[in-house]
Nanobody
Framework: VQLQASGGGLVQPGGSLRLSCSAS????????WAWFRQTPGKEREFVAA????????GYADAVKGRFTISRDNPKNTVFLQMNSLKPEDTAVYYC??????????????????WGQGTQVTVSS
């Protein structure tokens, strides 16, 4: 299974971007989608996660109220709608898929499929 992320780019502060990530190439049985981000010299950090089935959704405090994760199950695709973007949101964003317990959704080790990353730059 391969994950392909897209939708990054350059946006001004206060602007919006929508990231997409699609799974292909095999039987996709993971039950949790997630987004992480990483800046140079820092560890990859959790952004948002949701179950493919059911209503469980979680966000990092830094993005709560501004970012929205959603999914299209028939297309094996997850989205991250990012509004009110700030310069500190600048990072490479990665999608991930796995089957962790809900209490472990924030850990990179919980996911075994990763997208290639897409750069988001928030700057005027």
């Amino acid at each position: 299974v391969q994950l392909q992320a897209s939708g990054g780019g350059l946006v001004q502060p206060g602007g919006s971007l929508r990231l997409s990530c699609s799974a292909s190439g095999g039987t996709f049985s993971s039950h949790t989608w997630a987004w992480f981000r990483q800046t140079p010299g820092k560890e990859r950090e959790f952004v948002a996660a949701m179950r493919r089935i059911g209503g469980n959704i979680g966000y990092a405090d830094a993005v709560k109220g501004r970012f929205t994760i959603s999914r299209d199950n028939p297309k094996n695709t997850v989205f991250l709608q990012m509004n009110s973007l700030k310069p500190e949101d600048t990072a490479v964003y990665y999608c991930a898929a796995g089957s962790p317990p809900w209490g472990s959704i924030r850990y990179t080790s919980s996911y075994y499929y990763w997208g290639q990353g897409t750069q988001v730059t928030v700057s005027s």
